[in-house]
């Protein structure tokens, strides 16, 4: 079974610029997660999608950031405009359902630096 | 505010030994949970405690979980080189499922 996965591992770009990290989920799950972690802080959510739907969006920071999970397969992050403060290293993580006793599967995750 | 709470911060023993890392939290929670994270990998999970359960192994590893005095200990045993990494306690609260509060971790390093 693959697991989750993100891409681009490793993104740079200039302020003012937009990015888009992508989160496959592993297949068949519906509860999908972003989290992030800024320099030197604690891993932070972001928000929850319930197969197309957020579910729990109360983490976003600003609206320079929107989610979506069309379908309710995959989910893209998109930051735009980037500011030097979004940088960090951007998680994902999928589950098939809340609370199972396996936890949450989480992807290596995006680095985005802004210079 | 900071759910999970982690000491030590770091934390550096000799293959064999055990690492005890300590996690407060603030709320009440449905779970507990605790992960690992390589350098430069993603988290990976450990084990899950949840909130009726005091106890719980699984290999090497052992959590225990006191809700009266909202605290959670992790012990690895008979540690490994590559047992090296940061480890986070994340806590699954009361009407949230699935949005974790992670401490800031303990970053364990085991020399050979």
């Known amino acids: 079974e693959a697991g989750v996965t993100q891409f681009p591992s490793h993104s740079v770009i200039e302020k003012g610029q937009t990015v888009t990290l992508r989160c496959d989920p592993i297949s068949g799950h519906d509860n999908l997660y972003w989290y992030r972690r800024v320099m030197g802080k604690e891993i932070k959510f972001l928000?929850?999608?319930v197969k197309e739907s957020k579910q729990d969006e109360s983490g976003m920071p600003n609206n320079r950031f929107l989610a979506e999970r069309?379908?309710?397969t995959y989910s893209t992050l998109k930051v735009q405009p980037a500011e030097l403060e979004d940088s960090g290293v951007y998680f994902c993580a999928s589950s098939q359902d809340q609370g199972a006793e396996d936890g949450y599967t989480?992807?290596?995750g995006t680095r985005l630096t802004v210079v | 505010?900071?759910?999970g709470e982690e000491d030590p911060q770091a934390l550096s023993i000799q293959e064999g030994e055990n690492a005890t890392m300590n996690c407060s939290y603030k709320?009440?929670?449905?779970?507990l949970q605790w992960y690992?994270?390589?350098s430069g990998r993603g988290l990976v999970h450990l084990i899950l405690i949840r909130s009726n359960e005091r106890e719980k192994h699984s290999g090497r590893l052992r959590v225990t979980l006191d809700t009266?005095?909202?605290?959670s200990s992790l012990l690895i045993t008979a540690s490994r080189a590559a047992d090296t990494a940061s480890y986070f306690c994340a806590t699954d609260e009361g009407d949230s499922w699935g949005k974790l509060q992670f401490g800031a971790g303990?970053?364990?390093v085991v020399t050979p």
């Open chain 1, 47 to 49: 928000l929850h999608f």
């Open chain 1, 70 to 72: 069309t379908g309710g």
């Open chain 1, 106 to 108: 989480f992807g290596s």
């Open chain 2, 1 to 3: 505010s900071q759910q």
């Open chain 2, 27 to 31: 709320t009440s929670i449905n779970n």
């Open chain 2, 36 to 38: 690992r994270q390589n």
């Open chain 2, 68 to 71: 009266s005095k909202k605290s």
């Open chain 2, 106 to 108: 303990t970053q364990v």
